[in-house]
């Protein structure tokens, strides 16, 4: 029986794409992780909602293991871009995964090396052959997962300068380390949802301590801050468009795996 794919991603909106055009055949919860098995691209699947975090995506990937051998594991998501030649909507295929010391991004003066994951040349580069979307550039280089949002220009800028690293995230780290320790090939597509010198809207307000994006808050948040409603609409329509890029891409990925 050909093994799985399994794709996995902190939030729904981040597999939405996916989830429209896969044939599901079943969904389950996995702890609080959600869980889609079916075929996409001809392909069979197992997609994951992980949640917000590190701690989130590893219980959730652990989960996963406990009962599949998926052939090969996909992190995928959303980015901040650390530096300033990714723009909004571009796409990054990760050579490598950082995490600095203690995974909290203010950690370390940058003496101390972090920990670091190389992803398999071979892998990469069939990845990095597949055309990206029209207007679309596909970026190559590391990727830095961090221990929380990082809202401020200069914090983003000096992190990819710290580390050499072209994006943040919040999770890939975490799936990388597990992927690594069960010798699963592992890879990562990031779509970059704010640039370098963007100041980036606090969205730690709406996510519950394990994870969880809280509508509940989410909603009060909007609420009390009025002023907010035109900054969620935008971030709306620019991860519609990173997700349908991050979609669209991957599809033709793993059409030629």
């Known amino acids: 029986?050909?093994?799985?794919?399994?794709?996995?991603?902190?939030?729904?909106?981040?597999?939405?794409?996916i989830l429209r055009q896969m044939a599901v055949s079943g969904k389950r919860k996995i702890g609080r992780a959600d869980l889609w098995s079916g075929s996409w691209q001809g392909r069979p699947l197992l997609l994951v909602r992980t949640g917000v975090g590190h701690r989130r995506a590893s219980l959730a990937l652990s989960e996963v293991l406990r009962s599949h051998q998926p052939g090969l594991i996909v992190s995928i998501g959303y980015a901040g871009g650390a530096d300033p030649a990714l723009r909004v909507g571009d796409l990054l295929l990760a050579e490598t995964i950082l995490e600095p010391p203690g995974g909290e991004w203010s950690a370390g003066d940058g003496k101390s090396p972090p920990a670091r994951f190389d992803i398999d040349?071979?892998?990469?580069?069939r990845f990095a052959a597949v055309t990206p979307p029209e207007g679309v550039t596909l970026h190559r280089g590391a990727l830095l997962t961090v221990g929380e949002v990082v809202t401020g220009p200069e914090n983003k800028r000096a992190l990819g300068a710290r580390y050499g690293a072209c994006a943040l995230d919040m999770e890939t780290a975490a799936l990388a380390r597990l992927a690594r320790d069960s010798g699963l090939p592992f890879i990562s597509l990031r779509a970059i949802s704010d640039a370098a010198d963007d100041a980036l809207m606090?969205?730690?307000p709406f996510l519950e301590k394990d994870g969880e994006v809280s509508k509940l808050k989410a909603g009060w948040y909007v609420l009390t801050h009025p002023t907010a409603?035109?900054?969620?609409?935008?971030?709306?329509?620019?991860a519609r468009q990173a997700t349908a890029r991050m979609t669209d891409f991957l599809a033709g990925a793993v059409r030629e795996l």
């Open 229 to 238: 409603i035109g900054t969620l609409r935008s971030l709306q329509v620019v």
């Open 1 to 17: 029986m050909e093994q799985a794919i399994c794709i996995l991603a902190a939030v729904r909106e981040e597999l939405s794409g």
């Open 202 to 204: 606090d969205v730690s």
């Open 121 to 125: 040349a071979a892998l990469a580069a």
